[in-house]
């Protein structure tokens, strides 16, 4: 674990000096999360400070509205890769439970933010609610940074250049729809799953190309099923991979799963989390009437990978 990651209000430091912060879930880290962490590390350069991003896990919906949150673009250890890489000094990740739920807005500005954090500046999106029942918005930072000499910058949504709003909501349905290109325009990166390798059903030594099967959370949010060009991130190196998102019907196999076919590769990769990054859809699944229709396929999606 990284030291400048701490988890927990608990472990939180003490700053000797002062703090640029920003406070946000930041699901998938796209370019208008990026836009409000830049902001946040510029900030505290002007003010000779530490730049630090607090965020949430598990998402605050999943305990708010557990029936009905939504589904999850970036795990945490996939969020804090992706902030760290924009060069902020510090990520503080709270676990978000019904104890915490019941902070007031002014606690967690007088208690973690003025006191712990020593923040002398604030950034936030436009549409910014926090504490409980999300009584606090942006009106409040106002009259808060006001009373403490706190500079406050609110950034502006974002859009695309055809004038979209960037928002999780809006990738979600774009990787819902299997739409990488405009995915990625938004996310600012290839859109990424995260999860565990684990054992399979043993399918690929039937075709002569072994896979690793992926396990990721249940409510994380993968592209529509198909099969993809892509990548597979291990010991931060990545190398190019054919990943099946969906049923394997040759089979009858009728479960989703998320398998990665590694080009050029040999290893035993059980129990490790690595990191896909899907780059293009190359075809839907399809059903052949032999393992072997299915691997002369298969050869073709190498190919185009």
């Known amino acids: 674990m990284p030291t400048n990651v701490i988890?927990?209000?608990?472990?939180?430091?003490e700053l000797k000096a002062c703090s640029s912060c920003t406070i946000g879930v930041f699901d998938g880290v796209h370019?208008?999360?990026?836009?409000?962490?830049r902001k946040t590390i510029d900030l505290a350069k002007k003010n000779g400070c530490s730049s630090v991003v607090i965020t949430f896990d598990p998402h605050p919906s999943a305990?708010?509205?557990p029936d009905y949150h939504p589904t999850i673009l970036t795990g945490i250890n996939l969020k804090i890769d992706l902030i760290l890489g924009l060069g902020v000094d510090y990520i503080i990740v709270i676990d978000f439970d019904k104890d915490f739920a019941d902070i007031t807005p002014n606690q967690f500005l007088e208690k973690i933010l003025h006191q712990k954090l020593k923040v002398k500046a604030i950034v936030e999106g436009e549409g910014f609610r926090f504490g409980k029942?999300?009584?606090?918005?942006?009106e409040l930072l106002e009259w808060f940074c006001k009373q403490n000499d706190i500079e406050l910058s609110i950034v502006p949504l974002c859009y695309t250049a055809d004038g979209l709003k960037i928002s999780s909501t809006r990738i979600r349905h774009l990787l819902k729809e299997g739409a990488i290109q405009q995915t990625k325009e938004i996310l600012g990166h290839y859109p990424m799953i995260m999860g565990k390798v684990v054992k399979g059903?043993?399918?690929?030594?039937?075709?002569?190309?072994?896979?690793?099967n992926i396990e990721?959370?249940?409510?994380?949010?993968?592209?529509?099923?198909?099969?993809?060009?892509?990548?597979?991130?291990?010991?931060?190196?990545?190398?190019?991979?054919?990943i099946n998102?969906?049923?394997?019907?040759?089979f009858g196999?009728?479960?989703h799963s998320i398998e990665a076919h590694i080009l050029n590769f040999k290893g035993d990769l059980y129990h490790q989390e690595v990191e896909l990054e899907v780059r293009q859809r190359i075809r839907d699944i399809k059903e052949f009437s032999t393992p072997a229709k299915l691997t002369k396929q298969i050869k073709k999606d190498i190919k185009k990978v």
């Open 253 to 255: 196999v009728k479960k």
């Open 216 to 242: 990721t959370s249940q409510k994380s949010s993968v592209p529509k099923e198909g099969v993809y060009a892509g990548n597979i991130i291990i010991d931060n190196k990545k190398k190019p991979a054919v």
């Open 245 to 250: 998102i969906g049923p394997a019907p040759t």
């Open 31 to 37: 370019k208008g999360h990026q836009k409000i962490i």
């Open 7 to 13: 988890y927990g209000l608990n472990n939180l430091p």
């Open 63 to 65: 305990v708010i509205n």
């Open 201 to 212: 059903g043993g399918r690929g030594g039937l075709t002569g190309f072994h896979t690793a």
């Open 133 to 138: 029942d999300a009584m606090g918005d942006v």
